[in-house]
């Protein structure tokens, strides 16, 4: 150190060479997870307007002319399980109009159907696997790739080293001794082509960075790795109130749906421990006790939509859940089936810390906080990181050395920033996912390509 400091040049070459290291890894972040930005930036501007397609798709069923009083709910349940032989009620989900068709899904073990009834007939009008339905095939395709566990992990490694694009970006392109804000917060729009594309990846970037890190941080809980973190945190810290009220994948969502089945077919069930599977059907107490908790719940003003599961075995509080969009606004109910008394009330104020910032980070994620204006800014986020994604397509091929894979050689000097390395650091620590692929990235570099110079040379890791 003291020989590089004598070296009147040595300085500026360290400059040079963090120039360069922050630049090279702001390229190979942004080679990684450019394919990622599209697909996630699709499928989720898709998944943004869920309230109005689910709407659209759902319009056959609902405003329906009716004809006579309604059909009891415990009768409704019967032929909807009548209609998948062997299923037993696993939500009875509360119609929004009175001339909805009503939606009731009914499973065997973590098979869901969702069967949409007429209310003063009782006609079957529609069943679709829960599964299956459109909203729920893009929530997959966005979460986790329709690969399960390992779809999943490659979007949280994705999404975190998007973060670090962003930030290393930032920290590339925030002006030093620029005069003006051309290039900047502002694109140079009669300068040439390279200068056209050059600006509009620049000031994209600095406008949608917070957007995108925020949207990036939101939708981390339901990635498999992090979510399945964040739970432990909860345990350790004590703030343990139920289960989690967000999706920690696929195989997590099939579990709770077969534990569901178990706890119907023993609640719903006469003798249940004598019986199979495939025979239990609503015995009439419990009858009786549905029809009573669905009277009840309707008059509670619980945001839509609102479902009702069976109570545990050997209990008659039943749990009538608002499954809002919107997290706040969400409240659970239990009812005494015998009853029909309310017996129990939580609202989303009595939730603990960390589940209230996830649900407060979830409905934004999803564009549910504020109404249509959430979906909009989202939309324009989502648009601003294609933009990112394609501008920088079209400046890595307009300027990419020759027969390399590399990123063009960074021009220029900086000092190190304590701001920008703190910041990495605390993601690493944040998302032990991202730490571990920080780690293993940087121990290859350090290792196996320093000696492979030809490697090295490709992937713009020459020393100066």
């Known amino acids: 150190m003291a020989r590089a400091t004598a070296n009147p040049g040595a300085p500026a070459l360290r400059y040079e060479r963090w120039y360069r290291t922050v630049w090279r890894w702001h390229f190979y972040a942004g080679l990684f997870t450019v394919p990622f930005i599209l697909w996630l930036s699709v499928t989720g501007g898709i998944y943004l307007f869920k309230p109005q397609i689910e709407g659209w798709i759902d319009r056959p069923y609902d405003n329906l002319a009716l004809a006579g009083a309604p059909v009891a709910p415990s009768k409704l349940v019967e032929r909807a399980e009548a209609v998948v032989p062997g299923s037993v009620l696993h939500r009875f989900v509360m119609r929004e109009g009175s001339n909805d068709a009503q939606r009731i899904v009914v499973g065997v073990g973590a098979e869901e159907t969702r069967v949409y009834l007429h209310p003063s007939t009782g006609a079957v009008l529609k069943t679709v696997g829960e599964e299956d339905r459109l909203m729920r095939v893009i929530f997959r395709l966005h979460g986790e790739l329709m690969a399960g566990r390992w779809g999943s992990t490659l979007v949280e490694l994705a999404a975190s080293w998007a973060i670090v694009m962003l930030l290393t970006g930032l920290f590339l392109w925030w002006p030093r001794d620029r005069a003006g804000m051309g290039g900047v917060l502002y694109p140079r729009l009669r300068r040439s082509d390279r200068v056209f594309w050059k600006d509009l990846h620049a000031v994209t970037g600095v406008w949608v960075s917070l957007f995108a890190v925020l949207l990036i941080l939101t939708g981390l809980p339901w990635a498999k790795n992090w979510g399945d973190y964040l739970a432990l945190v909860r345990e350790t810290t004590g703030q343990v109130d139920g289960p989690v009220d967000w999706s920690r994948g696929s195989d997590a969502d099939a579990r709770e749906r077969a534990a569901l089945d178990r706890q ?36 509670l003003g619980l945001s839509a939509p609102v479902e009702i599961t069976p109570p545990k075995a050997g209990s008659e509080r039943w749990k009538a859940q608002s499954n809002a969009a919107d997290r706040p606004e969400r409240e659970t109910v239990e009812i005494d089936g015998r009853t029909g008394a309310v017996v129990g009330r939580q609202d989303f104020s009595r939730h603990h810390w960390i589940d209230r910032l996830v649900g407060y980070g979830i409905a934004v994620h999803e564009g549910a906080l504020f109404g249509l204006a959430n979906q909009l800014l989202g939309l324009l986020t989502l648009v601003a990181l294609v933009t990112l994604a394609i501008s920088s397509i079209v400046m890595w091929w307009r300027r990419r050395p020759q027969g390399l894979l590399g990123a063009p050689p960074g021009k220029g000097a900086i000092r190190h920033s304590a701001a920008l390395v703190a910041a990495v650091i605390a993601l690493a620590l944040l998302v032990p996912l991202f730490g571990l692929s920080l780690g293993l990235v940087t121990l290859i570099e350090r290792t196996i390509l320093r000696k492979r110079l030809s490697l090295r040379r490709i992937l713009g890791l020459r020393s100066a």
């Not at 421990?273 to 009277?295: I, K, T």
């Open 264 to 299: 119907s077919r023993t609640a719903l069930g006469p003798h249940a421990e004598h019986m199979a599977a495939g025979s239990v059907a609503m015995d009439g107490s419990r009858a009786g006790e549905l029809d009573r908790v669905v009277a009840t719940a309707s008059l």
